[in-house]
Each structure stands twice: as structure tokens, then as C-alpha cells.
């Protein structure tokens, strides 16, 4: 079947989201020193294959900026003025991989651990959900993480997300037999007309 790509729109100027606490801004080449400290940090990678060497977080931050670049929005750096000035990336993504759900535009977090346990990810997924659906004109965004990841998957109840049982996947990503090839589909639909 052939499944046909979306359309979302672009927006000529980057955006910039903000919450009570938190802005998801463009990226600054500021942030690439701890984006590279934050991914080669083993408990942050726990729920990964791998941490990232230096050039492969240099490589993802570089494909968040031209996605931000190219269409105004994307994987947000995450700044939490007065406490952190970058704390990891929140924000929406169009993944290119083979899965049966996609075409969808994903949302993800990965935060440093000193900025864990405050609330942080989830007040700043919210405003890319908002943004998502009143902006991007989506009608529904797709949540994807291991199992194991209990963390992951409570800032995704606590947005609202439900389990699609019938979404489980083996991400085409990770190598077939590994522990975490396995993942689970969260889904949340826009409500039109509230
Ligand atoms: C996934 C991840 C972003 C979750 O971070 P988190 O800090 O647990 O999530 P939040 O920022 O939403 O914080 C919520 C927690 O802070 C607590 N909290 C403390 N003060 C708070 C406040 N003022 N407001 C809201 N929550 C607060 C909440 O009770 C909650 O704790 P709980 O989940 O134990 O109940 C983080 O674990 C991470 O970056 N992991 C590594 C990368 C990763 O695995 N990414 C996801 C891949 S699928």
C-alpha cells in the first residue's frame, strides 16, 4: 500500500514556545557542548542502544537545527531561564524510518539528569502538543519509547497519551535480537471544536 507523506507547514521565521517556566527555542552552537556531555552520559542513554560519541550527538543536534532551519519547528533545545540556559531537547519530529505508523509526526524529550524530577519535560511537551495541533493543524501525535522506560512513558500519561496495544513495534533502527529493539506506541488526538 502506498501510504502518502504528509503535508505540514513551514513557517519562515523559527519558532519560539513558552511556558510558565520553560522556552523551546532554536538551537545555539552554546548548546553543543552539553548535548554532547548529556549524550554520553550512560544513565541518560540507559533506554538507548549506545551513548553517542562526540560527532554522533554533533550529527543529531546538526538534523534538529536544519529541521528548525527548514521548516521553522522541529526538536526545540530546551532552556529553563534562571536555572538551566539548555537542558536537553523537546519538541516534535517527522520520522524517515519504516514503521507501521508513520507517516506521524512523533514527539520526544531527552533532558540532562540535573533537570529530571522537576516537571520540566512534560510543562514543555504540552506547549509542543498545543503548538502541534492549533499550529501544525495535526489531528493526532505519536509517542514512542522502550517498555523499560517508566519515565518516558509517565510524561506521556501525564500529557494525556494512550497506549495503542495494537502499536507495538521493532524499531527498524536498532539491531534485530537486541533487548531494545522492542517499543511501544503512545497516541493522542486532537479534540476539534472544544
Ligand atoms: C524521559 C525524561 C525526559 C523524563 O524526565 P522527568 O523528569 O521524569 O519528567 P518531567 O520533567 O515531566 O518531571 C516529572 C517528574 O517530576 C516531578 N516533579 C517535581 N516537581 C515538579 C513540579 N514542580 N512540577 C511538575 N512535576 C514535578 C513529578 O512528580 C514527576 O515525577 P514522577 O514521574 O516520578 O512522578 C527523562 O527521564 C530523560 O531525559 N531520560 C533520558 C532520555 C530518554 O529516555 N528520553 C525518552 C526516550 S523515549
Given amino acids: 500500500?502506498?501510504?502518502?507523506?504528509?503535508?505540514?507547514?513551514?513557517?519562515?521565521?523559527?519558532?519560539?514556545?513558552?511556558?510558565?517556566?520553560?522556552?523551546?527555542?532554536?538551537?545555539?552552537?552554546?548548546?553543543?557542548?552539553?548535548?554532547?556531555?548529556?549524550?554520553?552520559?550512560?544513565?541518560?542513554?540507559?533506554?538507548?542502544?549506545?551513548?553517542?560519541?562526540?560527532?554522533?550527538?554533533?550529527?543529531?543536534?546538526?538534523?534538529?537545527?536544519d529541521a528548525i532551519a527548514q521548516r521553522g519547528w522541529g526538536m526545540w533545545a530546551l532552556e529553563v531561564p534562571g536555572v538551566f540556559p539548555f537542558a536537553g531537547f523537546v519538541g516534535l519530529a517527522v520520522p524517515h524510518y519504516d514503521a507501521p505508523w508513520i507517516p506521524a509526526v512523533e514527539i520526544g524529550w531527552r533532558l540532562p539528569r540535573a533537570a529530571w524530577g522537576q516537571g520540566f519535560a512534560t510543562e514543555a511537551a504540552q506547549a509542543a502538543l498545543e503548538f502541534g495541533f492549533a499550529r501544525l493543524g495535526l489531528n493526532q501525535i505519536v509517542a514512542i519509547a522502550v517498555p523499560s522506560n517508566a519515565a518516558s512513558l509517565r510524561v506521556m500519561t501525564r500529557l494525556g497519551m494512550v497506549r495503542d496495544e495494537a502499536g507495538d513495534f521493532d524499531h527498524p533502527r536498532v539491531e534485530a535480537g537486541h533487548p531494545l529493539r522492542r517499543h511501544v506506541l503512545f497516541r493522542t488526538r486532537a479534540v476539534h471544536g472544544a
Avoid at 513558552?18 to 545555539?28: E, F
Avoid at 548535548?35 to 540507559?46: G, L, S
Fill in 1 to 65: 500500500m502506498k501510504v502518502e507523506p504528509l503535508v505540514l507547514p513551514v513557517f519562515a521565521q523559527p519558532v519560539e514556545l513558552h511556558t510558565k517556566r520553560c522556552v523551546l527555542r532554536p538551537w545555539k552552537d552554546s548548546d553543543l557542548a552539553p548535548w554532547c556531555e548529556m549524550n554520553a552520559d550512560a544513565e541518560v542513554r540507559r533506554h538507548f542502544p549506545s551513548v553517542c560519541t562526540e560527532e554522533q550527538a554533533r550529527g543529531e543536534a546538526q538534523r534538529c537545527r
